[in-house]
Structure formats: C-alpha cells, structure tokens
C-alpha cells in the first residue's frame, strides 16, 4: 500500500499540490447533530469497554478509582479527542487530507489506515463467539449449566451448588489461568491405582474452553477449520458491507440502532437483576470507595490508560467524523456531551454486571471477591453467562445479554474500516475515490479473507499474540507526536484562532493547557512505564515460542514505518536546504484552509501575516496572550473582520 500510495504521488505531482476543492466541499454531512454523537458513542463504547472499565474500578478502590479516571479523562482524553474532530471540522478534510496543516506528519494517515485494518481484522474473531453463545442460549436448556454434552470432559463439574461445594471443602485451590478462570477450581488428589490427579473445572468454563474456543495446544497447532465460524464471519462482513455502502448516511442509522439498543437492554437486565436477592450487595461492593488504594501508583497508571483508550484518540477515527459536520457545527459541546455519556454508560454497565454477579454470588453462597479474579474474557464469556443462571427464563436473559455484547462489537468494526477507506479516497481522488462501491467490497473481502486463520483452533493464541502488540505502543506514540504537533508545531494560537473562525471564540483555557504541557507529559510516562513494565504475551499457562514474538513486534513496528517513510520521501522532494525542506513542511499547505467559503478570505490573510516566536508561542499556550508578533488581536477576539464573521455563531 505505502510503495503504491508513494507511487502513485510522485506519477502525480499536480494532484498532491492542486487537489480539488471541491472534494471538501461536497463531502456528506451527518444528517444531524444528534446522529453525530450517537455515532461518536458507537466509536468510543466497544465490546472490550464493557467489562474492561467495572473491572478496572472494583479492582481499584471502587468509587475512589473515579478521581484519577476522570482527572485523566480531563487532562489526557478529552484534549486530544475534541482536537482531532476540530481540526478535521474546520478544514472538511478526513484521516489523509486533515494533515495539510503540517504536511511533514501526513504519513499518519497511512499509519491509521494500517493500525485500523489490523485492528477491524482480528477484533472480528469475538463476534463468532457471542453468535455461538447467542445460538446455544436459544436451547432448552443452557448448555453450559450442564456437563453431559460432547464437549465435557470427566473433570467437569455441574455449575452451581457443586461449585461451592469445591471451594469450602476443597484442601488446595486451583486456578485454571489457561483461561484467565473466573471461578477458583479445586485439586482433589484422587488415586486410580497411581499418582493421577484431576483437575475439576465447572462446565460453564468448559463451555467457554472446549466448545465456543476449541483451543488447540498452541499457535504452532493450527488444528481444523471451524467452518460454522468461518459462516459467522461472512455474515457479519456482509452487515458491515451494508453499513458502509453510503458512508456517514447509512453508519449514522446504524449507530441509533447498535449504539442505543445496548443501553436499553442492559437497562432492562438491570431492572430485572434488581428484582433480585444479592444484586444491592453487588453494586454496594463496586462503588464503595476505598481511598487508600489511591496512595498506589499503579492505580494511577491504569486510570491514564484507561481514560485515553476509552475515547480512542490517535486512531484515525475521529478526524473522518469531524470532517462530515458543518463548519459551524459546535463540536467542543458535542465531544464534551459525548465524553460525558461515554464515562457515566461505563460506571453504569459497572452497577449492572455487578448487581448480576451479586445475584451469583448470593445463589452460590460465594464471597464477591471469589467470584471475580479476572477482568479478561472470564468476566464477559464465564462469570456472567454462569450468572444469568440464577435468573428466571434465563434463555431470554443470556439473549439479550449476549445481544447487548454483539452490536458494540459491530459499532466499532464499522468505525474501524470507515478510516481505511476515507484515506485511501482521499489519497487518491480522481480514481478510486469515485468508486466506493468497488473500493468497499475490495477492503471487505480481503479484510474478510484474512481473517480466516482465526477461525481456527490455533485462533484465541493469534487473537492474544495480535492484540497484544497492534495498538499499544504505537497508538500511544502517535498521541505523543499529535499533541505535540497541534500545540508547538501549528501552534495553540493558530488553533485558537481557527476555534474563533468557526465558533466565535477562543479555544477552551483547559484544552490549550492541557493539550501543550500536560497531554504530552503524561503520555510520554505512559509510554516509558508501558516499555519498563513490559512482559512477553501469554495466554494463561501457555508461552509463546520467540518467533511469534518476533511477528508479535512487528505488528507493533510495522504501522509506524509508513510515517517515517513519508518523511523522508517528501522531504526529498522539496526543494532548497534540508533545513528549509523541513521547515517549510512543518508549515501549513497552500491546501490548508476553512471548509466555509465565506472564511477563507479572512483565515489566508490572517495566515499570511502570521508569525511568532517560540518564546510567545510558549507564553501563549500557557496564558493566552502573545502568540504571534504581528496581529495578536485576531487571536483575542478584537478583529473587526472576525466579529463580522461570527456575528451569528453562538457558543
């Protein structure tokens, strides 16, 4: 892709530097505000937030886990998370085109496109699963309460009364960590005229183990295909085909069903959880705060990378949103609106599972903290089927539970293949860019096709190894680089000022802050902490062999090659010396410049006579004054010509 994209460039030069107007401008426009944040929530609520956020706060001082998250949310997320929309707004420009604004980083578009590919390839693997769960709760009989189906083995345990059985009577515990158990297991040292042992596990793990997963011994054991899966797999490409064939028309109609369904249905599981006993001690037990743990640095730490993934800046994603709105559109409200809904649909899914997992606990005659050991898959595919168990027509209750699951996961799919799209159309324009519809089913179908490897036996040992390394350092790299950019680079007053041509005022005190010194410092701790606190991926028991290591670093390496060898290709192609090259890539473009027409006038001459120092830049980000030597008032709100403009634009 980088060779063709490079390519095809170089062939045409004109292209690159005269692109047409006109592609801004005619770019759809969401249909209405309301389908923009509802499509901003579908993007930031995946399937991996649903359990990944209760868990984090239970495991971390409950309600006092809250006051870093959001502080983190505050100063890391939301900084990072509105620039990205805005910037793309102002200029009507998607994950390609918005880097007109500093064309040396315009290599991240294709650094997005291949972390988001990589990411929409192998996330798929989860939605077999929840289908297969969906399907077996269809039954009369929940298959995973029982242990006398194919999948069993002699070491299974009916789950239930047995299970607590095992854990008051049993003289050593056992934690089967192949599957990140959420249930304690027990040893039993049985004798069969030798030093056999047998190891019990409850059925609803073996379910999880032996039916849905069907894991071979390692990565190196590719095992059979699991042609049912490979069927789920082309059904779901199929929903995501239909959901991209219009763009933002036909995901903005989708995210109203996939985006708010969720939240209604867990409602009603919650509703119903309340009705009974256990579940008032489950939600007692989530947000009782316990302060002390605030003193541990660790809770820190996963509170910073849990604030910045939950909002998913540095992916791409947001800045093909922001450059379907209007140029008017007030979209500091709106990512502040979604943000807000994002953490409170969080905390809220928290009270939910563990109200249920108080219900468990309470049937079971088993202590809260038993029953939850993990945060992983145990929590979505293990404790909380086991306890839907306890509810009455459980069938009806794992139906919906399972579809409250499915359709966050089709949610971020969609927006995660959106991005590869908008940058390969807005790369090349006059050619492939006119053909969504061939262009959509190439990216479907090879999306599709490399998938199929995980569907296989050896697929959960591919899903771990991949996760593990797509989108962590580099993500994480990219923020850095981002806030940097936005806020030294283009400067916090030219951002400011841009806010001021579109919204009438300046930019937010507490993003310019935020996004100059304090994103950039905490993200670069973030980076050194996760580089110093790193361990070889696992799964479970299991190790993998130095040679999916090998492939695992390069799922993490590859996406920022691009970056760098954009750089260098474009720098080639400047002219003048290597200091002046850089210097003039680091500048905005001729290409750069408003989405309105009636702005356009105004924002070149204001570019035009734009110069600063670092020193008042610095005194600008920091205060708000100075920024530039020549025409400081443009960017305080004197100008007379501003004021015209935003005469009728309120805040």
């Known amino acids: 892709m980088l060779i063709v994209c490079i390519t095809e460039m170089e062939n045409r030069q004109g292209d690159l530097e005269n692109m047409p107007q006109l592609a801004e401008a005619s770019k759809l426009k969401w249909s209405s505000r309301k389908e923009f944040i509802i499509s901003l929530l579908g993007y930031s609520l995946g399937l991996t937030d649903i359990w990944r956020v209760p868990y984090l706060t239970y495991r971390n001082g409950g309600g006092a886990f809250l006051i870093p998250y959001i502080f ?21 420009k998607g994950t390609w085109r918005v880097w007109d604004f500093c064309p040396l980083f315009r290599g991240l578009g294709i650094t997005f496109l291949i972390i988001n590919w990589i990411v929409a390839t192998y996330i798929m693997l989860q939605k077999p699963w929840i289908i297969e769960y969906i399907v077996a709760s269809c039954s009369t009989e929940l298959p995973w309460t029982s242990c006398g189906n194919e999948w069993n083995t002699q070491s299974c345990v009916q789950s239930g009364p047995s299970i607590e059985y095992l854990i008051k009577n049993a003289s050593s515990t056992y934690n089967n960590s192949t599957v990140q158990s959420t249930y304690p297991t027990t040893v039993n040292s049985m004798t069969y005229g030798g030093n056999n042992t047998s190891l019990y596990m409850s059925s609803v793990e073996e379910f999880w183990n032996y039916k849905i997963l069907d894991m071979s011994s390692g990565i190196d054991d590719i095992g059979r295909l699991n042609w049912k899966y490979l069927l789920y797999l082309l059904a779901c490409h199929v929903i ?5 064939f219009k763009s933002v028309k036909s995901i903005g109609k989708m995210m109203y069903v996939t985006a708010i369904s969720p939240m209604v249905l867990t409602f009603i599981i919650w509703i119903r959880a309340l009705t009974l006993p256990g579940a008032t001690n489950g939600m ?3 947000i009782t705060p316990d302060f002390n743990r605030l003193a541990y640095p660790e809770v820190w730490i996963e509170a910073a990378f849990m604030a910045f993934y939950t909002l998913g800046p540095a992916w791409g994603g947001l800045a093909m ?6 140029f008017s559109d007030n979209c500091f409200r709106d990512a502040v609106i979604s943000t807000v809904i994002t953490v409170c649909y969080g905390l809220f899914n928290g009270l939910v599972i563990f109200s249920v997992i108080g219900v468990l606990a309470y049937e079971s005659n088993v202590p809260l903290d038993k029953v939850i050991t993990s945060g992983g898959f145990s929590l979505g595919f293990v404790a909380y089927p086991q306890a839907i168990t306890y509810f009455p027509l459980p069938q009806v209750w794992a139906v919906l539970f399972f579809i409250v699951l499915f359709l966050p996961g089709m949610d971020s799919q969609t927006l995660l293949l959106e991005p590869v799209l908008c940058v390969i159309e807005e790369n090349f324009p006059k050619t492939i860019g006119r053909r969504r519809l061939p262009l959509l089913t190439g990216v479907t179908v090879i999306t599709f096709i490399c998938g199929i490897p995980l569907a296989t036996q050896a697929g959960i040992y591919m899903f771990q190894l991949i996760d593990w390394y797509a989108a962590t350092w580099s993500i994480l790299l990219i923020a850095v680089a981002e806030s940097i950019v936005f806020a030294w680079v283009y400067g916090g007053d030219r951002l400011s000022r841009d806010f001021k041509l579109m919204l009438g005022r300046p930019l937010p005190v507490s993003v310019r802050v935020s996004t100059a010194f304090i994103t950039p410092t905490v993200l670069m701790f973030l980076v050194v902490v996760s580089i ?3 361990k070889p991926p696992s799964y479970g028991t299991y190790e993998y062999p130095d040679y999916a290591r090998g492939i695992g670093w390069c799922f993490a390496i590859i996406p920022l090659v691009p970056s760098f060898i954009y750089m260098l290709w474009i720098v080639k192609n400047q002219e003048g010396s290597l200091k002046e090259r850089c210097m003039s890539l680091l500048k905005p473009s001729v290409e750069w410049e408003p989405a309105e027409e009636s702005t356009k006038r105004v924002f070149r001459n204001l570019e035009r006579r734009y110069e600063r120092s670092l020193r008042r830049l610095a005194l600008f980000n920091l205060t708000g004054r100075g920024g530039c030597d020549k025409f400081s008032t443009e960017y305080g709100g004197d100008s007379t010509e501003m004021d015209a403009i935003n005469g009728d634009k309120h805040v």
């Open 284 to 286: 007692a037990y989530f």
């Open 240 to 244: 995501i085909w239909l959901s991209l």
């Open 532 to 534: 110093f606190t790193y």
């Open 321 to 326: 949103f922001g450059s379907h709105n209007r």
């Open 72 to 92: 983190f949310m505050l100063v890391c997320g939301i900084p990072l998370y509105f620039l990205e929309i805005m910037m793309s707004q102002f200029a009507g």
